[in-house]
């Protein structure tokens, strides 16, 4: 169990059967009364963002989660195969459990997948994936404002805002934490 002492940025805690991350926490020492922590925490099964704040020293539940490394093999009718590298044991996603990680999704990419209780809850992808162009407007000549881009459509179906001189074929470098351009590789 965890108490409000130990709450901080990142730290996953159980209540009500399900598990949530802590994204802000303040303790608060009000001039009356007893002190208390006000926190955000998104919930690591549905995404969803709630406020709720602990009196000081209150306990809360410690998940039963479980981080496992596994392989994307490929995606048919809807359904996502990974592979558990250690047991080679296959599971199979929905889009709805993968969320926005299936935009991210490449053959042979390593994932964590999270288990709450023995059950798949969700997909960490890498920070930084590689993906090809396979569509986008030429870039005009000449046509060299400052920071202007265009629409590039990836391999996986997401599409993001890249520079002009980008080309299909050409493999790009995303932040699938913020789904935007880095770099073009080559």
Do not use: C, W
Request: glycine share 10%.
């Amino acid at each position: 169990m965890y108490s409000t002492p130990d709450f901080r940025k990142g730290l996953k805690i159980e209540i009500n059967g399900e598990p949530f991350i802590i994204s802000e926490f303040q303790h608060v020492k009000p001039g009356k009364g007893g002190a208390f922590v006000r926190t955000t925490l998104k919930s690591l099964v549905s995404g969803n963002v709630i406020d709720k704040t602990f009196r000081s020293g209150e306990k809360v539940d410690k998940p039963d989660l479980e981080e496992k490394q596994m392989q994307f093999l490929y995606e048919s009718e809807g359904e996502f195969h990974f592979m558990d590298v250690e047991t080679y044991e296959q599971l199979f996603l929905t889009v709805e459990q993968l969320g926005d990680a299936r935009n991210y999704l490449q053959e042979n990419v390593s994932v964590t997948v999270l288990f709450h209780n023995g059950k798949s809850i969700g997909v960490e992808v890498p920070i930084f994936v590689e993906l090809e162009i396979t569509f986008t407007e030429p870039g005009v000549k000449g046509d060299t404002a400052a920071g202007a881009t265009k629409p590039a459509t990836l391999s996986t179906g997401l599409t993001v805002q890249a520079p002009l001189f980008v080309n299909e074929g050409d493999i790009l470098k995303i932040d699938t934490r913020t789904g935007k351009y880095i770099e073009r590789v080559r």
